[in-house]
């Protein structure tokens, strides 16, 4: 199913019948497979929602002003190049000072299919900090560049008019 409107995604999210496809339970502990047995976003129930309430714990925590001004910085520093800095400033306010394995471990976070570059990378993750801030690493790293992205193509395109 391609949801491509936003009454269609508000359907979906508000329709207890629409639930995560099961992931394979039996992943080698720090893989991707496991990785994605051990999240919110794979699950249901009340196992979701004590997943999902510690990752809302950990985001609650950090201040969207703080998190904006520190990646106008880091794009300014960059000469304007502001790919990875979302990544970047978000790791920094979770305490993940390298979010260099992010990409790879993205990668295949949402089809499971990652390869062993994925795998090392989630295992350099989780040995840097706990499961819900991965999850907001993960889930937040290929949302925020393609919202970037539009955004700015958007922008240019307005600008031409």
């Known amino acids: 199913m ?9 359907a979906v999210l508000s329709d207890s019948r629409y639930v995560p496809p099961p992931v394979p339970q039996d992943g080698e502990p720090g893989t991707l497979a496991w990785l994605r047995a051990q999240v919110s976003r794979f699950s249901t129930g009340d196992t979701h929602a004590e997943r999902r309430r510690l990752v809302v714990e950990r985001l609650s925590a950090l201040d969207p002003a703080a998190l904006r001004t520190a990646a106008r910085t880091a794009t300014e520093e960059r000469g304007g190049d502001w790919r990875g800095v979302p990544t970047a400033v978000l790791g920094a306010a979770l305490g993940v000072r390298d979010t260099s394995a ?35 690493l993960l889930q937040g790293h290929a949302a925020t560049e393609a919202l970037i992205e539009n955004a700015l193509a958007h922008a240019r395109l307005v600008s031409r008019l």
């Open 102 to 136: 992010v990409p790879a471990a993205a990668s295949g976070y949402l089809s499971g299919e990652g390869g062993p570059q994925a795998d090392a990378a989630v295992a350099e993750l989780v040995e840097l900090t706990d499961l819900p801030a991965v999850t907001l």
């Open 2 to 10: 391609l949801i491509t409107h936003h009454a269609e995604a508000r």
